[in-house]
């Protein structure tokens, strides 16, 4: 009940602020009958509109995760996003072994095999792309130079 | 015959050695992407767009490629279903009820083959079905104006949030999303900026790749990642492999029942294979002297759902190639491919690229046949995949994924927006929200907004000229009561929860 509520009010939000944007774009000397604003604003509306039924009549809750669980997935999205920032600086090898080694530690807890798996998936992933694919991934830190 | 010649040239193209190969080589990876659980047709294809297309392979040699993942993953998806009781995608969630029973009375060979022969017979039936009905369509689309494929695009949504979903205003809502995703950067017409906030990695547009990988893969991750340890699965030991002629006789006719419901589901906009094998299999159980037997490892139970699914699968290509309007999740992930390469599917794609939809087409038939072979006589090797232990499994589809992306620009903004995608995904999957929609809103979101102000210019701004032809009204009423419609049937059927194709 609360989610579904909660979803359709932030819904409901996002609907007003969208038509609000739109309402702004700029128009052009270039005119066609509708122009730019149009069809967004009819996109914001129906959103704003389907938001009221789960306001109205929400469903039943979902099984949100509990804290462990949450904990785990908050720590992997905390990981993947890691890596997205870092992985142009550390280049491919290092960053994917943090990365996968992280990930696989969420899943089985034991320290060296997520090490081990770290390691392995960032050297097979490597030579798979940049050897047999093609691609050409920076395989180490930039900074140490090449 | 045209036809012959047609699919002459098809065969030339499919048949040089780097679309064969690569036919193949989709084929096995197809097949273990079904196999896997949590890896289904959608997510797979989607990990593997962008590295495809990072590849440089072209238009034709891509879509051999991931065509035949798509298909291959229909196949493989009944393997964990049969062995596990965990079904490997979607699709293959109705023949866990009988083929996990017959595995457990000690027939999980048998169950296997006879799902592999009724994949064949379906996938092969719904290609040679693409075949005579694509190029039938592909002339009634010439027919279709601005005002008829605007409504179109509207019957995609509906029929998708009506009949795939279980709550039509969260269907809406992902509608919207999608659409109004679309929207933001330069307005093709004007070329203003729209919605940007002033970001210029917003100008270019909301890339679909980053937001298809994030929804599909990411989110799976992240699903996986908390349901850990949850589904606990007895595996069952598999045989020798013998092939159980007399089963396979005696549902020939369930393997043509369920082909036919199958095809139709996926012609349909919007239902898809998931839709195709859960109504195949309620059909034959409904038709059956002895639906008592059903869900207790009934071969027919097994029959039906496969040759059901797979002939969606092919179905489903049918509305994408000649109207551009996917008829399911992973043919949405298609459709993105052909966008990608810069090829307009519609029916200008059969005159101007005979080539490419003939190569495919030959290309399809050739990956049945590899998909038989693999799936029954070499079914073992599938097998053994299924042990790869999830602390391996899921970084390395996470890696995957995160390199597809990373390779076409070397941002990590496209990355963080995956990341972000796939953490929305999460959410709203957990709400029941289906994901399918948005991926539909963004990458037809400019087509449809082009299509209704070309309606407008020609009319001068009369919105009549929407309902100004017998079709562009045959098509508004279809849409209305596609999404109308399930309102009243739901209690009537009960479909299986969350449909990802």
């Known amino acids: 009940m609360k989610s579904d509520r909660l979803f359709g009010l932030i819904s409901l939000g996002v609907a007003l602020a969208y038509i609000a944007s739109a309402s702004q774009i700029e128009t052009s000397f270039i005119m066609d009958p509708m122009g730019p604003k149009a069809f967004p604003i009819i996109i914001g509306s129906v959103l704003g509109l389907a938001a009221l039924v789960p306001i109205l009549r929400p469903d039943a809750d979902p099984q949100w995760p509990d804290r462990s669980r949450f904990m785990k997935l908050a720590i992997a999205l905390v990981v993947l996003m890691g890596y997205a920032l870092v992985i142009n600086d550390l280049g491919f090898l290092l960053s994917t072994t943090l990365a996968a080694g992280l990930i696989s530690y969420q899943i089985s807890a034991k320290a060296p095999q997520a090490a081990l798996i770290g390691v392995s998936l960032a050297v097979g992933l490597y030579a798979v792309f940049n050897l047999l694919l093609g691609l050409s991934l920076v395989g180490l830190p930039p900074f140490l130079g090449r | 015959m045209e036809v012959f010649d047609l ?181 093709g017409n004007t070329g203003m900026s729209r919605l940007t906030f002033g970001s210029l990695h917003l100008l270019e547009g909301i890339d679909f790749l980053v937001a298809i990988v994030g929804l599909f893969a990411v989110t799976e991750v992240f699903v996986f990642i908390e349901s850990q340890g949850r589904d606990s699965a007895v595996g069952v030991k598999l045989g020798k492999i013998t092939i159980p002629y007399r089963d396979i006789i005696a549902t020939r006719w369930t393997m043509v029942r369920g082909t036919a ?54 179905g489903a290509l049918i509305p994408m190639l000649t109207l551009g309007v996917p008829g399911s999740g992973t043919t949405a992930v298609l459709l993105a491919l052909l966008m990608t390469l810069n090829i307009t599917p ?112 020609i009319s001068g701004g009369d919105w009549k000229i929407l309902f100004s032809s017998g079709l562009s009204i045959g098509l508004w009423v279809a849409a209305i009561g596609g999404f109308v419609a399930p309102l009243f049937l739901r209690k009537l059927m009960n479909k299986p929860q969350r449909i990802t194709d």
Request: proline fraction near 6%.
């Open chain 2, 7 to 187: 699919l002459g040239v098809g065969f030339a193209v499919a048949l040089t050695p780097q679309n064969l190969g690569l036919a193949v080589a989709g084929c096995i990876l197809g097949t273990m992407i079904g196999a896997l659980p949590g890896l289904g047709p959608s997510n797979g294809v989607a990990i593997l767009i962008p590295l495809a297309f990072s590849l440089g392979l072209d238009a034709t040699a891509a879509l051999v490629l991931m065509t035949s993942v798509y298909y291959g993953a229909m196949y493989g998806g009944r393997i964990s279903s049969i062995l596990l009781n965990i079904p490997g995608d979607e699709p293959a969630l109705m023949t866990t009820l009988d083929g996990y029973p017959m595995a457990k009375q000690g027939r999980a060979a048998d169950a296997l083959v006879l799902s592999g022969v009724a994949s064949f017979v379906g996938a092969m039936i719904a290609t040679l079905g693409l075949i005579l009905l694509a190029p039938l369509l592909s002339k009634i689309a010439y027919l279709f104006g601005p005002a008829e494929y605007f409504a179109l695009y509207l019957l995609a949504f509906c029929t998708l949030g009506g009949v795939a979903s279980n709550n039509q205003a969260k269907a809406a809502i992902a509608a919207a999303i999608g659409l109004g995703l679309a929207m933001i950067g330069l307005d």
């Open chain 2, 261 to 314: 419901i199958g095809f139709v589901a996926g012609v349909l906009p919007g239902a898809g294979a998931s839709l195709g094998s859960f109504l195949a299999y309620t059909a034959e159980k409904r038709i059956a002297k002895d639906p008592e037997s059903f869900g207790k490892g009934d071969p027919r139970g097994v029959v039906a759902p496969e040759a059901g699914n797979n002939a969606a699968a092919g």
């Open chain 2, 346 to 457: 519609g029916p200008t794609l059969f005159t101007d690229r005979p080539d490419v939809v003939w190569g495919l087409i030959a290309a399809l038939l050739i990956a049945n046949v590899v998909l038989l072979i693999l799936n029954v006589p070499m079914v073992r090797f599938f097998v053994k995949i299924l042990s790869v232990p999830p602390q391996i499994l899921l970084p390395a589809v996470t890696m995957i994924s995160f390199v597809g992306i990373y390779s076409l620009s070397g941002s990590s903004f496209d990355l963080m927006m995956m990341i972000a995608f796939g953490t929305f995904g999460y959410a709203l999957r957990k709400l029941d929200v289906p994901t399918v929609p948005i991926i539909l809103g963004i990458l037809l979101g400019n087509h449809m907004e082009d299509n209704l102000r070309r309606a407008m210019v």
